[in-house]
């Protein structure tokens, strides 16, 4: 039911064909090019126990999500696919393959809400957790421990734009018997594949650059270990955590242009990067396209691509920076990424205000930092938007 046919035949074809094409067919009624929208609590059985067509509750399963599944499945070289109703849904149904007194380790630049699950929820119900600077694999053989069953990773990391060693990280864990979750919703998978690189499993918040119009919420789960499907389908349908089937032909009309848009993020955020690194007012640029990058030869290789977020800090604080974020008119004030519009935010107030200010100090996330989501304007526009901001937000003589 999640891996269709079509997404079997089609493994051998390049990305953008399969983002239009995977997961999808016409319907064989009457020939209809998109995926309908089935708009069903329910679904009638030929016999008791004996559902027509593999569907008995939308909550189980539902037609629409099933075509999403594969398709997502296919674009990150899984065997298979379970989607959410967000991303952190998508994280609690992993975190809910633990028992108490298993030991994670994590990177310690992680998205907000993802610490936040970690250390309110599930660390109350006997989980414990190890964050580390994942960027140096010795930090996480050093962190792993004989009741450490996951290794949870993000590259390029949430908003620090770190780079880890996927491959590297993937086979230290492994090695010991522990699973390797990898948060791949910065990079998608147009630009880097995480089982590729030995991870077994990969996880999106879709409402992301797979959905990329900033209209749907939704996240998702890949693999290929057949019993890690059973055990998140499972949690999937019993904590009744699903996308629903208007979300899902949401996304899935998102996914088809995904590349093209991936394309247009990556170049307008190089362009944003390199004159924002050249700019006097500007204390130092966290983009691993720049060759000041520590880890830019290691993004080079396991990326196709650098991504389309970019953070900075200015030379006059956390006063500058809310100032600049407040005072631009292209980019939007906003929480979330990954749409067609451009974003700006200040983490350390705003979607990383759940972790504590000593854990932001350790991990390097200044209270000053600006993180943006470029989108796909023109490039000219979204560049003199930062430099009307900056101007505003910085006396003469720091902009000198």
């Known amino acids: 039911m999640y891996d269709s046919p079509t997404m079997k035949t089609n493994r051998e074809q390049r990305f953008e064909t399969r983002a239009i094409h995977a997961g999808q067919e016409s319907d064989p009624q009457n020939g209809a090019i998109m995926t309908p929208v089935y708009f069903t609590s329910t679904f009638e059985q030929d016999a008791p126990a004996q559902p027509r067509g593999g569907y008995e509750y939308s909550r189980s399963g539902n037609p629409t999500r099933t075509a999403l599944e594969g398709n997502i499945a296919s674009l990150e070289s899984a065997a298979w696919g379970l989607c959410f109703a967000s991303g952190l849904a998508a994280s609690h149904a992993i975190m809910g393959l633990l028992a108490p007194g298993d030991h994670v380790v994590a990177a310690n630049d992680l998205y907000g809400g993802t610490y936040r699950l970690f250390t309110k929820v599930f660390e109350r119900y006997g989980v414990r957790f190890t964050f580390v600077d994942a960027s140096d694999v010795a930090n996480v053989e050093k962190a792993l421990e004989p009741d450490t069953k996951f290794l949870f990773l993000e590259s390029p990391t949430n908003p620090l734009l770190s780079i880890c060693d996927i491959?590297?990280?993937?086979?230290?864990?492994?090695?010991?018997?522990?699973?390797?979750?990898?948060?791949?919703?910065?990079?998608?998978?147009?630009?880097?594949?995480?089982?590729?690189?030995?991870?077994?499993?990969?996880?999106?918040?879709?409402?992301?650059?797979?959905?990329?119009?900033?209209?749907?919420?939704?996240?998702?789960?890949?693999?290929?270990?057949?019993?890690?499907?059973?055990?998140l389908a499972f949690l999937q349908n019993a904590a009744g955590g699903q996308l629903g089937p208007m979300d899902s032909f949401l996304f899935l009309r998102g996914t088809k242009t995904l590349a093209l848009r991936m394309e247009r993020h990556c170049e307008n955020a190089r362009t944003i990067a390199r004159r924002l690194e050249e700019h006097p007012a500007v204390a130092r640029v966290y983009y691993p396209g720049l060759a000041s990058h520590p880890s830019h030869a290691l993004a080079k290789r396991q990326m196709r691509d650098f991504g389309g977020m970019v953070s900075f800090e200015l030379v006059g604080g956390v006063e500058a920076a809310n100032t600049l974020a407040s005072g631009t008119r292209?980019?939007?004030?906003?929480?979330?990424?990954?749409?067609?519009?451009?974003?700006?935010?200040?983490?350390?107030?705003?979607?990383?205000?759940?972790?504590?200010?000593?854990?932001?100090?350790?991990?390097?996330?200044?209270?000053?930092?600006?993180?943006?989501?470029?989108?796909?304007?023109?490039v000219e526009d979204l560049w003199e938007d930062l430099l009307q901001a900056i101007e505003a937000a910085l006396p003469a003589h720091a902009r000198a």
């Open 167 to 231: 491959e590297a990280c993937s086979k230290a864990a492994r090695s010991q018997g522990v699973t390797v979750v990898v948060d791949n919703t910065f990079a998608t998978p147009f630009l880097q594949q995480p089982l590729e690189l030995g991870a077994d499993l990969v996880m999106h918040s879709m409402t992301k650059y797979l959905g990329g119009h900033s209209d749907v919420v939704g996240g998702v789960v890949c693999g290929r270990d057949e019993q890690l499907r059973e055990k």
């Open 330 to 378: 292209v980019f939007t004030l906003a929480e979330s990424l990954g749409g067609v519009e451009s974003l700006i935010e200040v983490p350390a107030s705003m979607t990383h205000a759940s972790i504590p200010a000593a854990e932001r100090a350790k991990a390097g996330l200044a209270d000053g930092l600006v993180r943006l989501s470029v989108g796909i304007e023109h």
